[in-house]
């Protein structure tokens, strides 16, 4: 089936220094990609929503000027979390959305994730 | 607002018996649903999914109900195996391929020896 792969999978870095995080599908395309993040006991939390050739949409509440988001290709999209900061420690998933049977059967594929700890 | 409500934030069942794990929506625009199964640090797997079109849809283990009406559905897994101890997230979206998805809370299943 379709994968969808993150790196790198585990990050720390110091406060202030910017991480970034790579999500690609590996054996197909995606014009969108999306980009979440999950607090411990808590749901996967949309930030944004990754476009190919275009800006990235964000959720009401994320700062697009701190998670940034580029769409390089139609098999890769990156989250650079800037001059970061402790609060922003968490797991970052990204997916993309596939074909899967007939119909109206999407489904989304999820990458692995990303650890991020910024002490 | 929460669009996709998973009251339930742990559930043990013992092993072999079902499992059941309900899911409550409000937007009555979601016209997909989807289960994902989430092991602690590695991304969501999909589990199965029902279109609004259908009350019903089974596959092995697992068998995921629908009521449009009552704007709810549960997952039934049965028998229960150790292996299915995981998260579980109800999820729902609009029709188009491109739609984002909006996820419950989880809900914690623990399978009891």
């Known amino acids: 089936g379709a994968v969808v792969s993150q790196h790198p999978s585990w990050v720390i870095c110091k406060s202030g220094t910017s991480v970034k995080i790579e999500c690609r599908s590996l054996?197909?395309?995606?014009?969108?990609m999306f980009w979440y993040r999950q607090f411990p006991k808590q749901s996967l939390m949309l930030m944004a929503t990754?476009?190919?050739?275009?800006?990235?949409?964000?959720e009401q509440g994320v700062e697009k000027d701190k998670f940034l988001i580029n769409h390089a290709s139609l098999t890769l999209s990156t989250l650079t979390v800037t001059s970061a900061h402790p609060e922003d420690s968490s797991f970052y998933i990204c997916?993309?959305?596939?074909?899967?049977?007939?119909?109206?059967?999407?489904?989304?594929?999820f990458g692995p994730g990303t650890r991020l700890t910024v002490t | 607002d929460q669009q996709v409500k998973q009251n339930s934030p742990s559930l043990s069942v013992q092993e072999g018996r079902i499992s059941i794990l309900n899911c409550d929506y409000t937007?009555?625009?979601?016209?997909?649903f989807l289960w994902y199964k989430k092991y602690p640090a590695e991304g969501p797997t999909f589990l199965i999914s029902?279109?609004?079109?259908?009350d019903k849809n089974e596959d092995g283990r697992f068998t995921v109900f629908l009521n449009k009406s009552a704007k709810h559905l549960s997952l039934h897994i049965v028998p229960s195996q150790p292996g299915d101890s995981a998260v579980y997230f109800c999820?729902?979206?609009?029709?188009?391929?491109?739609?984002?998805?909006?996820f419950g809370k989880g809900t914690r299943l623990h399978i009891l020896p």
């Open positions: 990754s476009n190919e050739g275009s800006k990235a949409t964000y």
């Open positions: 999820a729902a979206m609009g029709m188009n391929r491109d739609d984002k998805i909006i």
């Open positions: 054996d197909f395309q995606a014009t969108t």
């Open positions: 029902i279109s609004s079109i259908k």
């Open positions: 997916s993309a959305p596939g074909l899967a049977g007939v119909g109206s059967s999407y489904e989304q594929y």
């Open positions: 937007n009555s625009m979601f016209d997909y």
